[in-house]
């Protein structure tokens, strides 16, 4: 194996975790910059280094990306699956970001992950796409609207008899520490999809073997780059999420980013499931709002996103299988 090749796989991964932390950035931050509980650059910053934190908490995601969803042959074949399959996912991040669709970068991973594959004609586990990939995709929007719907109902409860202006100030405050945890789960969750793919590549190029340890210095470029690329900001995606869907206040943001960042917390230490921060913080922010009023929430705009979580996976698998048909042609 072409160490040169191993580099720039390598390299294009951790160019994909870049446009991660700038297309998800506002998964973690756009309700506390909406509810002006944090300054942007404040959120940015804060979301960085939670970013960084949260990939070190745990390796489970990682191992599902790297050994449960498609089976790569050693040698220069493996490592043109993976490089189109990062490159397909590359790209769908760039088209979404440009319009500012808040769709999910990790089902455009998924998505090259198994377009490649099946133009390289290798194994696709799809007993583990089904329930580590697609059955989440579809339940966790569910749990986040629901329960972001019945978190915010508790709060209204408990709070019934306070000050209005006294509630909204200290839930400001409390959203510092909600969006803290959304950027920590977001870096549990996002850096190690990442680190599974780099791992793939170290055991395509003969230099792990998926029962090693995961190395330091491959979660160290990965949460970097991550953070690097949240703090480029999103700063397209973060107007439809805290304002497009519909106006929060302090109370509702602080809903919205606890149920978001339990649910990712869940999925990664109880199931190991690698979802998409941008499903859970967007249907929690809907169930949210839907406390208010049901047509307080912009349904329109949640339909064109809904039809982006749709579409990304087969989006990104097509262009993933063209590029690696380009990688074919160019180097056989």
């Known amino acids: 194996m072409d160490t040169f090749v191993l580099v720039v796989t ?3 991964a ?17 309700t506390s910059v909406s509810t002006r509980a944090l300054t942007p650059r404040a959120a940015l910053a804060m979301a960085a280094v939670m970013n960084l934190a949260g990939a070190f908490l745990g390796s489970g995601v990682a191992k599902t990306v790297s050994e449960g969803l498609i089976a790569t042959p050693t040698g220069d074949k493996g490592m043109g699956i993976l490089f189109a399959a990062l490159v397909g996912a590359i790209i769908w991040n760039l088209i979404t970001w440009y319009f500012g669709l808040p769709s999910s970068s990790s089902h455009a991973l998924f998505g090259g992950m198994v377009g490649a594959a099946l133009a390289g004609g290798t194994l696709v586990h799809w007993d583990g796409v089904l329930d580590k990939v697609v059955i989440p995709m579809f339940i966790s929007p569910v749990i986040g609207l629901v329960a972001g719907y019945l978190v915010m109902v508790a709060i209204m409860w408990m709070f019934r008899k306070s000050n209005p202006h006294k509630a909204k100030r200290g839930f400001r405050i409390a959203q510092t520490v909600s969006a803290a945890g959304m950027a920590l789960g977001h870096g549990l969750q996002d850096a190690q999809k990442t680190m ?7 055991v395509i190029s003969g230099h ?3 029962s090693d340890p995961i190395p330091v210095w491959v979660k160290l470029v990965c949460a970097l780059m991550l953070s690097l690329g949240t703090y480029a900001g999103g700063w397209r995606i973060m107007r439809t999420l805290g304002r497009k869907i519909i106006e929060l206040d302090p109370p509702q943001g602080f809903a919205a980013e606890t149920t978001g960042a339990s649910i990712m917390f869940g999925s990664a230490f109880l199931f190991h499931a690698p979802i998409s921060t941008t499903h859970v913080i967007t249907s929690a922010i809907m ?3 839907a406390t208010k009023r049901v047509n307080a929430v912009r349904w329109g705009v949640a339909k064109n996103i809904i039809l982006g979580w749709f579409i990304t996976m087969p989006a990104a698998a097509l262009v993933a299988a063209a590029s690696y048909e380009v990688v074919v042609l160019m180097f056989g």
């Open 14 to 30: 951790l160019g994909f975790t870049y446009t991660n932390g700038f297309h998800d950035s506002a998964n973690a931050i756009a």
């Open 287 to 289: 169930g949210v709002g």
């Open 208 to 210: 792990e073997t998926y």
């Open 10 to 12: 390598i390299g294009v």
């Open 196 to 202: 599974g793919i780099v791992v793939m590549a170290l």
